[in-house]
């Protein structure tokens, strides 16, 4: 096993990097671990565990602010806020099972390095739009922060956005701040049975011209539906498209309704109550229904504008074996495909590139993501300016190497 | 305020310059006669003033791009401008430099309603988005009270919000692309219509980048449908302390308005006079709470907003009947900028954001700063969101009240900065706060910041003198401090 550092000050933090600096020692950032199959693999010897900066260190709920150490369990964080009838609108994912580790493990850190979020994406918006202010200490040994605790700002550059979804490649946050929103009183979901890829995106679309707020748009064909447990697609042995309705239980009813009558000309219609409605996002937000696959085929999330889901899965699937199921109203398309062939990459990157959108290999044996790029490959002249931006944190390249791309 | 000093050899070969950027965009897209160039020289921070010294209007990508690399080249400083409403000056244009306007770049490219969004180049303004696309229930959230007149482009640039960010978010929360040209000619496009960007989140780093980093050329934002019904309710108080405790009480409540804002006396006065919105004129503060969404479940949270102002004292309370009213009364609100700029000569806008819970203190010590200096002072406020806009009444023909304003404003935003805010919430740093980040950000926080000015724009040509009260050389920014041999191996827990 390498040997780890782990800092508990922000002093340590810098005595660290500067070691690291000085001898030129990569290092690879990590919380509690959850996440490192994600990314290019790294060849680094040594492993900063960042899981002695614990603890929420300021929480102002009638502010709608929450700032916390980077390692604080996000678990602890949404204990925290529930109480105070919030929550982190965003709802970021907890990708440990993806990876073979026990739920519930993740960091607020590793949360914001991944720029995670879940199926309220389309409504609350992701990590990055609600990360307030950080601070850190970057590949050059020293501390700074940006941003602020307040929900409105725009003094300096927004570097909460280029820190969040950077996979740790340009500083080691230690505090982040982030915006907490109040909790809806009552959720609850439209399950409806029976649609195929393009009918189900094109009902989102009639729901979203008719002006019903989806805070969750999510159609799983019938072989992904079979790996979540939902008595109605056991009994029914169909495809489900699923649509939930968040906010105060008028606002619900009154949506609920409209929806009812819009669906109800489609197929057979099923209500998830509160508890169903919960495990059924959480499992989605989870990517629940390919964590089995681990080792036997390649997950890739692919992102494409919204009314183009189906038709990138219609060219993916002619002639090869995939699975898949739809989030973000289309535009979220996770694909499970064989190793064969690469996992397939150059159809799948094809496909996304075709509509503009981008693929990401978020699982797949080391190998595998050592071979391919695992995030979409930039054209040149953005690559150049991803380059410069990576050398100007990190010039000697210690926080994360190559996690992101060659040489970032 | 101090600009960067003039390059007399770039000022030698303006006329060469000229005639090179004809080249590029033709003769009639190119300003170089004085009289005409006046019209540039300011934008809407009218109290710094300053003609550039060319001007060119390019109309598409390839010609931003060719006039960047040519004055990379030739070593010449570029200002973008969009409409010039910048309330930090932003676009305040310098004397050696040149301002590049976007306003040929006013066409909507794509209105793509499957997708709800939209494609437009950076000139078109941002209620245009708005027209364009209403017919078909569609709208662009962000809406600055310059609306009418502002840039798209503009709006990325500083990152605008508006009245109704507190529960739509900010510029940055509803834009889903770009096409920028960086300062070497090199074209990148960021993000596309889809949800989440590949990649670093540059598209994040532009938006707020106040011109600094590289020139927006085209911009995809995301559309809205209209909710099915909004309706907005004016609640008075007899105090400010009571109006702000009202505001805390219904975000603890769990309700987050389209809207939320705060006048004060002096501002309530001068709105009415000027719109005769109906606003009562006996009480200290007045809140305007707009709610958005489904019939009832409107009404239902106008009813539990009038019970928290009632259990928080409020003197008065009116919610709008119909679409009239409502609209009316945010017309008071939404001038209350020009109907400042009838009872004073001059006034000058701020733009800190706070903590709400400090606004009783605050509004206190700007009282006390509001006799100190002899100049009157009026509040707008968007409440919900702790971002104040103090307007500083003054007369620049009296000798020394510019510079007196000035101060006032700075210490305003000094004390914002003291009670755990920040300098500026939507308007932008510019060259109106630009000696003030000292105040909130350390020498580390400013260079990180810098180093990111590098990767766009190494030579600091873009826009300089904006937003960094010193610009850092690229090199010396990038020398890595290494202290090798000095730290000995960490003592720092392993296992």
Redesign the interface.
């Known amino acids: 096993m390498e040997?780890?550092?782990?800092?508990?000050s922000e002093a340590?933090l810098c005595?660290?990097m500067?070691?690291a600096?000085?001898?030129s020692v990569p290092l690879e950032l990590v919380g509690h671990g959850t996440k490192r199959g994600y990314g290019r693999p790294l060849r680094t010897e040594r492993l900063l565990d960042m899981s002695?900066f614990s603890g929420i260190t300021l929480y102002?709920?009638?502010?709608?602010?929450l700032e916390a150490k980077a390692g604080t369990p996000l678990a602890e964080i949404e204990r925290a806020v529930a109480a105070e009838?919030q929550m982190l609108a965003f709802e970021p994912a907890d990708w440990g099972p993806l990876y073979g580790v026990m739920p519930g493990q993740a960091t607020l850190g590793g949360v914001v390095a991944c720029?995670l979020?879940g199926p309220r994406?389309?409504t609350a918006?992701?990590a990055?739009?609600h990360v307030l202010g950080f601070s850190a200490v970057?590949g050059?040994?020293?501390?700074?922060?940006?941003g602020?605790?307040?929900?409105?700002?725009?003094?300096?550059?927004?570097?909460?956005?280029?820190l969040?979804?950077?996979h740790g490649t340009l500083a080691a946050l230690t505090t982040v701040t982030i915006k907490v929103?109040?909790?809806p009183?009552e959720t609850r979901t439209l399950a409806l049975l029976g649609l195929d890829d393009r009918a189900a995106l094109g009902f989102f679309?009639a729901v979203?011209?008719a002006?019903v707020?989806g805070s969750g748009l999510a159609h799983l064909p019938l072989a992904a539906a079979l790996r979540i447990s939902l008595d109605e697609v056991a009994r029914e042995g169909t495809a489900v498209t699923a649509i939930r309705l968040e906010?105060?239980s008028?606002?619900v009813e009154?949506?609920m309704a409209e929806l009812h009558r819009l669906a109800a000309a489609k197929g057979t219609v099923a209500i998830l109550d509160r508890d169903r409605s919960l495990a059924f996002w959480t499992s989605l937000r989870d990517v629940g229904p390919f964590v089995a696959d681990h080792g036997t085929n390649a997950l890739w999330r692919v992102?494409?504008?919204?009314?183009?889901g189906a038709a990138v899965v219609a060219a993916l699937a002619a002639g090869r074996s995939i699975e898949h199921f739809f989030d973000?109203g289309g535009?979220?398309v996770w694909i499970s495909t064989p190793l064969a062939d690469d996992g397939g990459v150059a159809a799948v990157r094809t496909a996304a590139a075709s509509v503009?959108?981008?693929a990401?290999l978020v699982r797949a044996p080391a190998d595998l993501r050592a071979a391919i790029p695992v995030?979409?490959p930039?054209?040149p002249?953005?690559a150049?300016?991803?380059r410069?931006?990576k050398?100007?944190?990190d010039?000697?390249s210690i926080l994360n190497p190559g996690r992101?791309?060659p040489g970032v | 305020m101090k600009m960067p000093p003039l390059d007399e050899a770039v000022l030698a070969r303006r006329d060469e310059l000229g005639a090179a950027l004809r080249a590029i965009v033709g003769a009639a897209a190119v300003i170089d006669n004085v009289e005409a160039l006046r019209a540039y020289e300011s934008d809407g921070l009218t109290a710094y003033r300053q003609a550039p010294m060319l001007v060119a209007l390019p109309s598409v990508t390839a010609e931003v791009a060719s006039i960047l690399k040519l004055c990379g080249e030739r070593e010449v400083k570029v200002v973008p401008r969009g409409a010039g409403t910048s309330l930090s000056g932003g676009a305040l244009p310098l004397g050696d430099g040149l301002l590049l306007g976007l306003a040929k770049f006013n066409r909507i490219l794509d209105i793509d309603y499957a997708n709800a969004c939209a494609v437009v180049q950076p000139g078109v303004t941002n209620l245009a988005i708005t027209r364009a696309v209403e017919r078909e229930g569609y709208y662009y959230a962000p809406d600055p009270s310059s609306q009418i007149a502002c840039t798209i482009g503009g709006n990325v640039a500083e990152n605008s919000g508006g009245v109704h960010c507190l529960k739509y978010g900010v510029t940055t929360n509803n834009i889903l692309g770009l096409e920028v040209v960086l300062m070497n000619g090199e074209i990148v496009r960021l993000g596309g219509k889809n949800f989440d960007a590949a990649g670093y989140d540059l598209l994040g780093v532009m938006t707020g980048s106040e011109g600094l980093l590289g020139v927006i050329t085209e911009v995809t934002v995301r559309l809205l449908k209209k909710p099915a019904t909004a309706r907005a309710v004016l609640i008075g108080f007899a105090a400010n302390e009571t109006a702000g405790d009202c505001v805390a009480k219904v975000i603890a409540g769990g309700i987050i308005p389209a809207g939320m804002e705060m006048m004060d006396r002096p501002a309530i006065h001068a709105a009415e006079e000027f719109c005769g919105s109906g606003y009562p004129l006996d009480v200290e503060a007045l809140l305007i709470v707009e709610l958005d969404g489904n019939v009832r479940e409107v009404d239902e949270q106008i009813d539990r907003i009038c019970a928290i102002a009632r259990a928080c004292g409020a003197v008065s309370i009116r919610s709008s009947a119909n679409e009239g009213e409502r609209l009316a009364f945010w017309a008071g609100r939404k001038s209350a900028f020009p109907a400042v700029g009838r009872i004073s000569p001059d006034y000058y806008c701020m733009d800190g954001t706070i903590p709400r819970r400090r606004l009783p203190e605050v509004l206190r010590r700007m009282t006390e700063m509001s006799a100190r200096h002899g100049l009157r002072l009026a509040n707008v406020f968007h409440a919900g969101d702790g971002n104040l806009h103090p307007l500083i009444l003054y007369d620049a023909n009296k000798p020394g009240e510019l510079e007196t304003a000035e101060k006032f404003g700075a210490e305003i935003l000094t004390l914002c900065v003291e009670v755990g805010g920040v300098l500026t919430g939507e308007h932008g740093v510019g060259v109106e706060k630009r000696d003030l980040m000292g105040t909130m950000f350390t020498e580390s926080d400013l260079a990180h910041q810098q180093r990111v000015k590098c990767a766009f724009d190494p030579a600091g040509r873009l826009n300089p003198g904006k937003v960094f009260p010193i610009l850092h050389r690229c090199a010396e920014l990038g020398r890595v401090h290494v202290r090798k041999g000095q730290v000995r191996f960490p003592d720092l827990p392993r296992f």
């Not at chain 1, 102002?60 to 602010?65: D, G």
């Not at chain 1, 050059?140 to 940006?146: C, N, R, T, Y």
């Not at chain 1, 602020?148 to 280029?162: A, E, F, H, I, P």
């Open positions: 040997p780890v550092f782990r800092p508990a340590e005595a660290v500067t070691w600096l000085g001898e002695g102002e709920p009638a502010e709608l602010v009838g720029n979020s994406r389309t918006g992701a990055r739009d970057s050059l040994g020293e501390s700074f922060k940006a602020g605790r307040v929900v409105k700002n725009v003094t300096g550059y927004d570097l909460s956005k280029l969040t979804g950077s929103l109040p909790a009183a679309g979203a011209r002006g707020d906010g105060t008028t606002a009154e949506r992102s494409v504008p919204p009314a183009s973000w535009g979220l503009g959108g981008h990401t995030f979409e930039e054209a002249a953005l150049a300016l991803t410069r931006v050398e100007s944190f010039p000697r992101m791309y």
